[in-house]
């Protein structure tokens, strides 16, 4: 079992940047594919962006492709999400998601570790 912690989250302006990174706490993550979702309120758990457990393959929702990017370090120790040309829309808790079948995917069902999400806030 993998605990995932979030951090990296805040207040940004539309057009800004901000840099989410989720960290497994006591163990590294290169067993596992990951993933980033996000909840707004009153609105459902959404899809964000994937990444293989090589880290060979990544996936985005159509709604951050172009202007998102999720990555992972070397060591698999920290996965990551760039967040550039922020809009208000993107507003929302942002949870990181592991899956130790290496599958992934965009569905939240094949997630087994959650973290505790982040808030990010995007000013217009």
């Known amino acids: 079992q993998v605990q995932l912690v979030e951090s990296g989250g805040g207040l940004e302006q539309a057009g800004g940047s901000l840099r989410l990174s989720c960290a497994g706490s006591g163990r590294t993550l290169n067993n596992y594919a990951m993933g980033w979702f996000r909840q707004a309120p009153g609105k459902e758990r959404e899809f964000v962006a994937a990444i293989s457990w090589s880290g060979t393959n990544t996936y985005y929702a159509d709604s951050v492709k172009g202007r998102f990017t999720i990555s992972r370090d070397s060591a698999k120790t920290t996965l990551y999400l760039q967040m550039n040309s922020l809009k208000p829309e993107d507003t929302a808790v942002y949870y990181c998601?592991?899956?130790?079948?290496?599958?992934?995917?965009?569905?939240?069902?094949?997630?087994?570790?959650w973290g505790q999400g982040t808030q990010v806030t995007v000013s217009s």
């Open positions: 998601a592991a899956d130790p079948t290496k599958i992934g995917g965009s569905s939240s069902s094949g997630y087994d570790y």
